[in-house]
């Protein structure tokens, strides 16, 4: 066989392994990310699909105020669903939905896709933020739509800090202002103050123009 024929045969043979081996790496691939599941929670009912489900609280442990449901929420059917309601089982916490333009139902449209949570998306609020349970811990969240119904995951409660801080509540508490003393003692003393000015202004010019009337009569 000539070198070139060799050659050849070499580079048709190590052609086909390397076909074959990414063929198998492949295979092993996709089989490995069919086992991935995400970090944050994920479920899907029939058309629905619910990916990384969090509740995101307050910054601060010790910190009142509103708290979040954050979620992506997936329609994989041939029909618009409405997100009728949010419920956390075994708490008294109430979550109120608003749409993203701010006005009617939360619509999930066929084959389409709806955030909750983040600014411009649509919101699932929890008005006692505390109600949802501490920081760390997973609670039950239970979405209902209009045709799957209910569905439920488990969902980590957060603070909005980091990763989670664009996607937590909007409102979010301010220190309150606190008047300095300067300021305080200043507005109390100026009235008196100008009062007496404009007080002796008047006696002054009146006592002068007596004066001067005294004066031009003894002239006279």
Known sequence: MSRSLRHG???????????????????????????????NAATAVDNIKIQNANIITQPGHETEGPAVVNATLFNEGPKAEVLEAVKLPG????????????????????????ILGGKGNASAVIGNGRQAGSDGNVQSVVFTFSETGDVGLGALIVPASGFFEGFGPSTLPSPKPTPSKGAS?????????SAGRQSDTPSDVESGSDTQTDEDSAAH
């Open 185 to 193: 003692e200043t507005p109390g003393a100026n009235p008196s103050e």
């Open 9 to 39: 045969a070499l580079a048709a043979t190590a052609l086909v392994f390397s076909i074959a081996s990414l063929s198998a790496c492949s295979a092993g691939n996709d089989a490995q990310t069919l086992q991935v599941r995400p970090d």
């Open 91 to 114: 708490t008294n916490a109430t979550v109120e939905l608003h749409a993203a333009e701010g006005k009617g139902p939360i619509k999930v449209p066929a084959g389409g896709r709806v």
